[in-house]
């Protein structure tokens, strides 16, 4: 495989995906592995993070692609093209299921909308390949726990996209969290405010372009004429594929949230909001929500609007761990400490920015733990993935209901057995069904 420097990603990509304009070159290789030593991968989904995630990986001495699988053949077309131009061959696929069958591809990316992640993550255990798969890892908390399930069962080596916990300034706030300096916690508040996300116009259902095969890229998702306002980027804020931002930026920033408060599920979850910035947009999830999550000793709070920057703490997103002595504010572009003005404590600190590349820091993470074939070393686990994709789709599921949610952690659902028959897991379609782990 030619390693030449091979970038390939916009700064739109990089943009939306690492917020900051990461350098994804494929650094030159001098060293020899053997055969036994070399780690090939198989790319499930390459339009977007799919792409970035291989492209973060195979910077890694010793790890290859083999193969690339997309549902569209204007995507397949492009990224062949790319490869050409170095002079690197892989295999192509159309199904997934035959990229799996391939006993020369030691793991895969599954770089897919949300809807697919459950069924291909479950049938790459099945298969004995280690996974990386984007995040969240379900669109649903039956589908999350199914998940760990097959992890569980299969013992395969699977990370999840959340490489902002491979990122040192993010560990190092949470330590400093951890140390007690800020006093009580009360309130956490997540935030995110993405100015630039926009949905597509309202546009008339139309025949899928030339190239795509829209029955394979709906796959267990309700059977619905193609629309482009629901075609790739824009799937995210439909119920059927996505959860809007709650899914797509929750995760990462929740996840946090939850890690400094070393919290588990909440007790109760009360959301609001609605199609308040662009109602005449074709989006289904709401471009504005508030969220109430009650924990044991402390209130979550999650706030999210698009077409707006200006967030908390003049941040268009973050974290801030609120404390009696003073208030922790993170984010991707570091974290800071904001005293109480009668504190007494002194421990103001001036912002503390990135020093790594998170993404590259989370392939380099997935990799030792295959080379090792230790999942426990894995920064984000298919069960810590679960876990923040559980709460996020728990305030998805209270805004939907416009309900007052009770989570009964002896049962593993909500108190009311009517939110968890319409909500707590996907209906499949179109003749798929996920395995009984």
Known sequence: MNRKKFITQSSLLLGTALMYPYDLSLAHSTGILGANDRIRLGVIGINGMGWADMLALVRIEGVELGAICDVDQNVIDKRLAELKKENIKVQLYKDYTDLLDNKNIDAVIIGTPDHWHPLMMIHA????????????????????????????????????????????????????????????????????????????????????????????????????????????????????????????????????????????????????????AYPNLAEETPDTLTTLYEFDDFNLVWDSAMGIDNGSYGRDHGIAFIGNHATLILNRGGWEVIEEKNSEQKITKPLVTPEDNGLFKHAENFIDAIRSNDATLLNCSIEQGGHVAKVAQMGNIAFRSGDKLYWDKSKNGFTDSAINEQYLNSTYHNGYFLPKI
């Open 125 to 276: 255990a099945q298969a004995g390949k280690h996974i990386y798969c984007e995040k969240p890892i379900g669109n649903s908390i039956g589908e999350c726990i199914a998940m760990e399930n097959a992890q569980r069962k299969y013992n395969t080596i699977a990370q999840v996209g959340q490489w902002q916990r491979s990122q040192k300034h993010f560990q190092d706030a949470i330590s400093f969290v951890h140390s007690g300096v800020l006093g009580p916690i009360r309130t956490v508040k997540v935030w995110c405010y993405q100015g630039w996300m926009r949905p597509a116009p309202i546009v008339q259902d139309s025949a899928p372009p030339s190239g795509v095969n829209y029955e394979k890229w709906l796959g267990p998702a309700p059977l619905k004429p193609f629309n482009s306002s629901r075609f790739h980027f824009h799937f995210r804020w439909f119920w059927d594929y996505a959860g809007g931002l709650m899914t797509d930026w929750g995760v990462h920033l929740l996840d946090y949230a939850l890690l400094g408060m070393k919290a588990s599920l909440p007790k109760s979850i009360v959301a609001m909001g609605g199609k308040f």
